[in-house]
């Protein structure tokens, strides 16, 4: 790395540090703070804060205050703080119901959030058949990769899946005989059956089934899974595919959606 490479980035990362400490300092703000007290009291050189202030607007993370020439926290960040809040609550209403799933199954279960429009680990129940090592909490795939994944990305809008299924995919995460696959019949067989397979994508000899939750609007919100060795998973397919849907149902409900 050159050196103004590498100043650039010690600069970059320096007005990024200015613009959290402008935002939390706002805070505070009720109606609105003027430029000239923000730079005061955050000792951020005038011009410099009235740069990043523009910049925090065009996201609304900024926004002007009810007097003119201030500045207040914008709904951006309500809408941010909104969407951590759901991923918390869904955990949280979830967890129970995974735990009930993978005791009756003895397989591991997962939750994974709609996260845009890739899919976010962020529960898993260790089951004690066999110990799988495919999904952690924290991982984020493609919507078009395993069983949880798949289960959100049929119920998303159909030009939003052409946008993820279409173009180059980096597939290093997918098995190389299961690389040629038709993602519309998969789709289309999950809307079908409400249920989503994944055999042997990731893992050789381990293959997982979906599930969709929705929330009170009836969006796709989250998934859940369960994975386990192919050959116990697939040969009894159906009745594990009623218990998970059953599951994912139950936590939809419990977020507020009519299940029929």
Known sequence: MDKTTQNKKVNTVAVLDKAITIITFLESAKGGIG?????????????TCYRILQTL???RIVEYGDIAGTYQLGLRLLELGNIVKRRLDIRKIALPFLKELTGETKDTSYLCLLNNFQSLCVERVEGTYARVLLLNV??????????AARAMLAYIDDDEINKIIHPPQDNHIIQSNNKDINYWDL???????????????????????????????????ASI????????????????????????????????????
């Open 187 to 221: 789709i289309h067989e999950v809307r079908k059956n409400g249920y989503s397979v994944s055999y042997e994508d990731v893992v050789a000899g381990v293959s997982s089934i979906g599930a969709p939750i929705f929330d009170s609007s009836g969006k796709v919100v």
């Open 138 to 147: 924290g991982d984020i795939w493609p919507l078009y990769v395993g069983a």
């Open 35 to 47: 430029l000239t007290e923000i730079a005061k009291q955050t000792k951020i050189n005038k011009a």
């Open 57 to 59: 607007m065009v996201d």
């Open 225 to 260: 899974s369960l994975s386990s060795t192919s050959k116990k998973l697939l040969d009894n397919k159906e009745e594990v595919a009623q218990l998970i849907m059953h599951t994912a149902n139950q936590i939809s409900k419990s977020l507020g959606c009519v299940v029929e």
